[in-house]
């Protein structure tokens, strides 16, 4: 299985930082790399796919980016709805495989 | 726009059969474009893929859980469901339904989820 390594597991930041979160790969994913948001008590949110391509309806402040194994998701300006556990997951091969995921609390 | 739903039993005795069904509301689980999938989270940790079915029947497992889990469709219905046999209390999760899309160059995601359904193995 590819193992998907998150970091940090978890981070404190204020509304209006930017943040970035990492994840990387055991062995080479292409870009068959994707992003979740999960708030508490409910289910992932898909924002991230391919790597880098934003899904519609998801705002612009996020972002995702690289290629190989390793990968980021760029929060541009914390809002405060964003505060959650982000999850990245490989569809690059089975069985797909989801990082450890990291919190993202308020500072 | 489509919706899942999850439904079964919120408690299963150590060594029976943990049995649920997802419902597809507002849409077609007959379509071509999308598979369907399980996704299970224990209690304060993350997310691991149980599987797969596409409208036709075929299906893709886990390795981890392949010996003991099964998931089927009934178009009719509009439903999929999973079996998972042997259940422990390391089986103790909530469990997701998913549908899996696909764009360009054969990306795919899990695009729409169910709320999901607390499942605990207790005797």
């Known amino acids: 299985d590819i193992q998907m390594t998150q970091s940090p597991s978890s981070l404190s930041a204020s509304v209006g930082d930017r943040v970035t979160i990492t994840c990387r790969a055991s062995?080479?994913?292409?870009?068959?790399l994707n992003w979740y948001q999960q708030k508490p008590g409910k289910a992932p949110k898909l924002l991230i796919y391919a790597a880098s391509n934003l899904r519609s309806g998801v705002p612009s402040r996020f972002s995702g980016s690289g290629s190989g194994t390793d990968f980021t998701l760029t929060i541009s300006s914390l809002q405060p709805e964003d505060f959650a556990t982000y999850y990245c997951q490989q569809s690059y091969n089975t069985p797909c495989t989801f990082g450890q995921g990291t919190k993202l609390e308020i500072k | 726009q489509l919706q899942l739903q999850e439904s079964g039993p919120g408690l299963v005795k150590p060594s029976e059969t943990l049995s649920l069904t997802c419902t597809v509301s507002d849409g077609s689980i007959s379509s071509s474009y999308y598979y369907w999938g399980w996704i299970r989270q224990p209690p304060g940790k993350g997310l691991e893929w149980i599987g797969n079915i596409y409208y036709s029947g075929s299906t893709d497992y886990n390795p981890s859980l392949r010996s003991r889990v099964s998931i089927s469709v009934d178009t009719s219905e509009n439903q999929f469901s999973l079996r998972l046999t042997s259940v422990t209390a390391g089986d103790t999760a909530v469990y997701y339904c998913?549908?899996?899309?696909?764009?360009?160059?054969?990306?795919?995601?899990?695009?729409?989820w169910g709320r999901g359904t607390l499942v605990t193995v207790s005797s």
């Open positions: 062995q080479t994913i292409s870009s068959y």
């Open positions: 998913a549908r899996r899309a696909y764009s360009y160059s054969s990306y795919w995601y899990f695009d729409l």
